[in-house]
């Protein structure tokens, strides 16, 4: 919407000088592949998770509905963000890092993760090194920090990109791929639900920070939900969607 009189205060500003896809909703972008984050419930095909609850909130802190698009690839979303028209924001457990920040702007982080390697349970005592060898099979999520790190400290393994955390486990599961590195988190829920023949071997401490994608041209909005994100953090609702999905604070 356009802006019609000049503001009175910061707040009227920071309510009136963001645009959005489409008027009184903000249009989400994910990757739905990343439980229990993002991720499609298969009884109802709606999408849940708690970023799907958190930007919920967000939107209901701004006044705006909130409309999830199907899902997409990992590596598109940014871009997607950056060229702008098609979504407002991208969450997705997204990290913020110095290479994305020159596509697009992040909001504050609300949530702090690191990478997770799994492998079949009976081999969790596998070592970087015993991996970092000429023929073992790495499955990671194209263009992800998961990725950069196998390919930065595995670089004799072969690493194999694929579309989603869930396909990489399941490579695991069945001996396609002797591990799988993604986000700490997903890789939790996974070995912890659906493959609990599988476990995080290794956790690599990247120290990485999850942000809201926001194009650029759009800063009113990043400072919209970092408000609206402050809010929710000091409501203790942040804590209440950790225990929800992850089962405890993190």
Known sequence: GGQTSAPTTSDDAAEAAYTLVEDGTITVASDLANAPLDF???????????EIDLINAVADKLGLECEVLPAMKFDTIVPLIEQ?????????NITITDARMEQVDFTDSYMDSNQGLVTLAASAGVTEDDLNVEGT???VQAGTTGASWAEENLPNAEIV???DPV??????????????VADLPVMTY?????????AVAIEIPTGEQYGIAV?????????????????????????????????AEL
């Open 40 to 50: 499609v419930d298969e009884k109802t095909g709606e999408a849940q998770g708690f």
């Open 84 to 92: 702008g028209g098609k979504a407002d924001v991208g969450v997705s």
């Open 137 to 139: 099979k790495i499955a």
């Open 161 to 163: 990109a694929l579309d």
């Open 167 to 180: 396909v990489a486990v399941t490579g695991v599961q069945t001996g396609l791929y002797a591990a799988a």
């Open 190 to 198: 996974l070995c912890s639900n659906s493959f609990t023949d599988c």
């Open 215 to 247: 194009n650029k041209d759009n800063p009113g909005l990043t400072e919209a939900i970092n408000g609206a994100l402050a809010e929710l953090e000091e409501e203790g609702y942040i804590s209440e969607l950790e225990v929800k999905w992850l089962g």
